[in-house]
């Protein structure tokens, strides 16, 4: 351990720099009125931003945009890793090719993305060839249609890469024996893959749900810092209160957004522990 730490002291001094040293020192905003004298107001402002109609939508969306997006991307990722895993090794080429959108600017696929799904674009022209009515997915509640296939596409294929090392770093001696022993696929499943990917899992939905949280960058180049109303984020909050120099009410939304997030991580901790618990209980 002690080899270790001369390669971990510059990234844990760039975390605290940039990160550690800002978040408890934005605590002081957060308890203060912004005035010239600066005085303190102890959890005023947590009221107030509390009952601000804006944060409450942007709040609201944020969540439901997270639960929508992280399971999707936990499954969706987990199946294409295991086929992949399967195929190997004539998936060389598409466990590289997953990774592809990380090489492709925001800016360029967010035009591909707003052509396709253009009220005249390929996607409604292939509804009509369907038989369906056009959709107008640029507009109210169908927005979040391509916001979220958006999100899949581009955080995919690193949540794939990640299953697929759980997956590969499992002995294929443990299955050979256990199919000698008469075990069946189910019983494979749950005394041998399952208790080594959890862990790899558990950090693949870790990373779904920050990658959730911060879907601000394709909402904000679609809709603008005054989206429609069901894409309104938290981060198009932030974003608005950082513009008026707010720094109040953008620290206090903040602290209190980052307050249900560690409530969240640490019931997934719990989550976790449990279900390996259970496993071990099955051996």
């Given at each position: 351990?002690?080899?270790?730490?001369?390669?971990?002291?510059?990234?844990?001094?760039?975390?605290?720099?940039?990160?550690?040293?800002?978040?408890?020192?934005?605590?002081?905003?957060?308890?203060?009125?912004?005035?010239?004298?600066?005085?303190?107001?102890?959890?005023?402002?947590?009221?107030?931003?509390?009952?601000?109609?804006?944060?409450?939508?942007?709040?609201?969306?944020?969540?439901?945009?997270?639960?929508?997006?992280?399971?999707?991307?936990?499954?969706?990722?987990?199946?294409?890793?295991?086929?992949?895993?399967?195929?190997?090794?004539?998936?060389?080429?598409?466990?590289?090719?997953?990774?592809?959108?990380?090489?492709?600017?925001?800016?360029?696929?967010?035009?591909?993305?707003?052509?396709?799904?253009?009220?005249?674009?390929?996607?409604?022209?292939?509804?009509?060839?369907?038989?369906?009515?056009?959709?107008?997915?640029?507009?109210?509640?169908?927005?979040?249609?391509?916001?979220?296939?958006?999100?899949?596409?581009?955080?995919?294929?690193?949540?794939?890469?990640?299953?697929?090392?759980?997956?590969?770093?499992?002995?294929?001696?443990?299955?050979?024996?256990?199919?000698?022993?008469g075990a069946s696929f189910r019983r494979q499943t749950f005394t041998i893959t399952l208790p080594l990917v959890i862990p790899s899992?558990?950090?693949?939905?870790?990373?779904?749900?920050?990658?959730?949280?911060?879907?601000?960058?394709?909402?904000?180049?679609?809709?603008?810092?005054?989206?429609?109303?069901?894409?309104?984020?938290?981060?198009?909050?932030?974003?608005?209160?950082?513009?008026?120099?707010?720094?109040?009410?953008?620290?206090t939304a903040a602290y209190i957004f980052a307050a249900m997030v560690f409530l969240l991580f640490g019931l997934l901790f719990l989550s976790q522990r449990q279900a390996m618990r259970r496993l071990e209980g099955?051996?």
């Open positions: 351990m002690r080899q270790a730490w001369p390669f971990l002291l510059p990234g844990l001094a760039g975390l605290l720099l940039f990160y550690g040293i800002p978040f408890v020192g934005g605590i002081w905003y957060s308890v203060t009125d912004g005035s010239f004298e600066n005085q303190f107001v102890a959890f005023r402002n947590y009221e107030t931003v509390w009952q601000n109609p804006m944060f409450q939508l942007g709040l609201k969306n944020t969540w439901e945009l997270s639960l929508i997006c992280s399971p999707l991307l936990f499954f969706l990722s987990f199946v294409l890793a295991a086929g992949l895993h399967r195929i190997r090794p004539a998936g060389a080429f598409f466990r590289s090719s997953v990774l592809m959108p990380y090489l492709m600017p925001s800016s360029a696929v967010l035009i591909i993305w707003l052509l396709w799904f253009d009220y005249g674009g390929p996607v409604n022209r292939l509804l009509v060839t369907l038989g369906l009515n056009r959709v107008n997915w640029l507009m109210g509640a169908e927005l979040r249609v391509p916001v979220v296939l958006l999100f899949l596409w581009k955080n995919l294929g690193f949540c794939v890469v990640i299953f697929l090392s759980a997956l590969q770093s499992i002995p294929e001696v443990l299955y050979e024996y256990a199919t000698l022993e899992a558990f950090l693949v939905l870790i990373l779904s749900f920050v990658s959730a949280f911060r879907i601000f960058k394709e909402v904000f180049f679609i809709g603008g810092a005054y989206p429609e109303e069901p894409l309104y984020t938290l981060q198009n909050y932030m974003n608005n209160m950082y513009g008026k120099l707010n720094y109040q009410n953008v620290t099955r051996e």
